[in-house]
């Protein structure tokens, strides 16, 4: 019976020996899920910071989307009739040209002529109501950002030399924007 006794006191011992964890085995492998922690920990933070970057520039990105999508449309509501007016500065410059006959003809009545004038005169008022400018040409130096050379005339003096001396076609502005350029001759 001795025999089964240290039989069994061995075995427990054994049993207890293999059943105790091994202290250096634990301490590794808490360092190890620390380790591992501490990379995801870094993955996870670097992925934050990635997308809140991403974020930021799509946030951004939308806001100047925004801002050039309202330019845009102010521009096109601005510039909307700019055909449709560019269509009519012939008819003004028809009636300028009339005006300019009617005050030498003596044979029309003052009435007729007035009203020829008040018809030129609203045509100007509701172009200007809608942004249209007449561009200042005569007398000043030639630009050809606002002007168009079609001929030149001897200049009567050096002063006169590259001034615009007379207009073939007036040029007209859209909202600071060239709508027709001046047709002018310049001093040489």
């Known amino acids: 019976m001795s025999t089964e006794k240290e039989h069994n006191s061995e075995s427990i011992h054994n049993e207890s020996v293999t059943e105790q964890p091994n202290v250096c085995d634990e301490t590794d492998k808490v360092a190890e899920k ?89 045509f100007v008022r509701i172009l200007s109501e809608l942004g249209v400018k007449e561009i200042q040409a005569i007398g000043q130096k030639f630009d050809s950002a606002f002007h168009e050379a079609v001929g030149e005339l001897p200049a009567q003096n050096e002063e006169q030399k590259g001034i615009v001396l007379a207009e073939v076609e007036k040029g007209y502005f859209l909202h600071d924007k060239v709508l027709r350029y001046s047709k002018v001759l310049i001093g040489k």
């Open 34 to 122: 620390s380790t591992k922690n501490d990379t995801t920990e870094v993955n996870l933070s670097e992925e934050l910071a990635a997308l809140q970057d991403r974020f930021l520039r799509l946030a951004a990105e939308y806001d100047n989307y925004q801002k050039r999508t309202q330019k845009e449309r102010l521009e096109l509501i601005k510039n909307a009739g700019e055909r449709t007016i560019k269509a009519f500065l012939p008819v003004v410059d028809d009636f300028n040209r009339m005006l300019l006959i009617l005050e030498k003809e003596e044979t029309l009545s003052d009435v007729v002529k007035e009203g020829f004038t008040l018809i030129q005169q609203k």
